[in-house]
């Protein structure tokens, strides 16, 4: 069946260094979607790609989406502790089944 | 807009008793919700699509009638897991596309629900 791979599942970083996750599916995806998930807390929508080599900002977070459309990055600039929790990416498949498969996570913990 | 309530947010029974799970959305119609589960520390695996008026796709290995789903309206969809067992317990997601959303457009969660079976 369909994958999405994560890495790396954990980072711990000192607080101003960057940080990246990266995501890998299996299958070419129609779009690719970032969610981050709070300790304790329900996964909230970051980001939307949808075109091959799509790149977006959102202040200090890049977004990348491949040229393939099958990996993408995340991207984050000086984390500050605000950035902690974990990021999952979720790929939405090119069929109708309007199901999202998501990413294993990437756990991020920032040292003040 | 797009909010997605979930009830309860953590319930502990009994093993073998069962237990409902609600998934209201409060200002937009979800034709379409899912049900996802998530163990700690781990990602969330879809369980079930939850169509309004049918029933629902459930995803290989899910069992259907452990897990009942019930869509009766465009704004309620319900997850009964029935005769829980303590592998039962797990965080327990749902979520629905905003008003208008289209195939592939981003998700909005509930709060989740935590089942503890004893």
């Known amino acids: 069946g369909q994958q999405v791979m994560q890495i790396p599942q954990y980072q711990h970083v000192q607080e101003g260094e960057d940080f990246t996750t990266y995501c890998n599916s299996s299958?070419?995806?129609?779009?690719i979607q970032w969610y981050k998930q709070r300790p304790g807390g329900h996964p909230v929508f970051l980001i939307q790609l949808v075109k091959s080599g799509e790149v977006k900002k959102q202040k200090r977070l890049t977004f990348q989406f491949g040229e393939a459309k099958k990996n993408s990055s995340l991207h984050i600039t000086a984390t500050q502790t605000t950035d902690v929790g974990t990021y999952f990416c979720?790929?939405?498949?090119?069929?109708?089944?309007?199901?999202?498969?998501f990413g294993s996570g990437t756990r991020l913990l920032v040292r003040p | 807009g797009a909010v997605v309530s979930q009830h309860p947010s953590w319930v502990i029974c009994k093993s073998g008793t069962s237990v409902k799970i609600e998934c209201r959305s409060l200002d937009f119609q979800a034709t379409t919700m899912f049900w996802y589960r998530q163990f700690p520390k781990q990602s969330l695996m879809l369980m079930a699509t939850?169509?309004?008026?049918?029933?629902?796709?459930?995803e290989q290995g899910v069992e259907k009638d452990k897990f009942l789903i019930n869509h009766a309206s465009l704004t309620l969809s319900t997850l009964t897991v029935t005769s829980a067992h303590p592998e039962d317990s797990s965080f327990y997601i749902c979520s629905a596309r905003g008003a208008g959303g289209t195939w592939g457009s981003p998700l909005h969660f509930g709060n989740g629900t935590r089942l503890t079976v004893t």
């Open positions: 299958t070419t995806l129609s779009n």
């Open positions: 979720a790929g939405a498949l090119m069929d109708s089944s309007y199901k999202l498969i």
């Open positions: 939850s169509n309004e008026g049918s029933k629902a796709t459930y």
